[in-house]
T-cell receptor, first 115, second 110 residues
Framework: DSGVTQTPKHLITATGQRVTLRCSPR?????VYWYQQSLDQGLQFLIH???????AKGNILERFSAQQFPDLHSELNLSSLELGDSALYFC??????????????FGPGTRLTVL | GENVEQHPSTLSVQEGDSAVIKCTYS??????FPWYKQELGKRPQLIID?????GEKKDQRIAVTLNKTAKHFSLHITETQPEDSAVYFC?????????FGAGTILRVKS
């Protein structure tokens, strides 16, 4: 157990819908990273927050947004869902704001299925 | 661009043999190159990393080598065991994000 929690574990929804994925970082970690893992695209970085502020963006679609709250948990919002959004979504946390300073600890992931 | 190429995509070895996975990166990658292991149905976990001020780093049966001139780094697993079977991802730091390779499925046959 990495200490990072994600809810829900599984999510099944329909095209066009909106969902929210939640992540709670390890105690003491200020950084939260979101990744999308699909069979054909591997592990793709989406976005990074540090202590409530956005620090880096990857290939995140405009239909997706995220935020980090004062208690440091983070939410990833996915809207106007398409079949191709079906994937495993991981969050990871670390202490520092720079990716090379500390190990990123991954949560168990949320499996999203869009029908 | 921000690109990490990883080879091979699958690798089968006999228990006790060595396994080598190689990744190449593009010019804009900077100083940090981690390797993650993901067992089936589980989360990725960091197994070893290397920074560009060293050429090699070892941790028991695992080693990583970095060739900055050729812009590639490799993971070496010696005396492979069935529990080494997993997907291995390399990554490179670009700015303040990690870009991952496509992954290598390692199967250790007993």
């Amino acid at each position: 157990d990495s200490g990072v929690t994600q809810t829900p574990k599984h999510l099944i929804t329909a095209t066009g819908q909106r969902v929210t994925l939640r992540c709670s970082p390890r105690s003491g970690d200020l950084s939260v990273y979101w990744y999308q893992q699909s069979l054909d695209q591997g592990l793709q970085f989406l976005i990074h927050y540090y202590n409530g502020e956005e620090r880096a963006k990857g290939n995140i679609l405009e239909r997706f947004s995220a935020q980090q709250f004062p208690d440091l948990h983070s939410e990833l919002n996915l809207s106007s869902l398409e079949l191709g959004d079906s994937a495993l979504y991981f969050c990871a946390s670390s202490v520092a704001s720079l990716v090379d300073r500390n190990e990123q600890f991954f949560g168990p992931g949320t499996r999203l299925t869009v029908l | 661009g921000e690109n990490v190429e990883q080879h091979p995509s699958t690798l089968s070895v006999q228990e006790g043999d060595s396994a080598v996975i190689k990744c190449t990166y593009s010019d804009s990658a900077s100083n940090y190159f981690p390797w993650y292991k993901q067992e089936l149905g589980k989360r990725p976990q960091l197994i070893i990393d290397i920074r560009s001020n060293v050429g090699e780093k070892k941790d028991q049966r695992i080693a990583v080598t970095l060739n900055k001139t050729a812009k590639h780094f490799s993971l070496h697993i010696t005396e492979t065991q069935p529990e080494d079977s997993a997907v291995y991802f390399c990554a490179s730091r670009y700015g303040n994000k990690l870009v991952f390779g496509a992954g290598t499925i390692l199967r250790v046959k007993s």
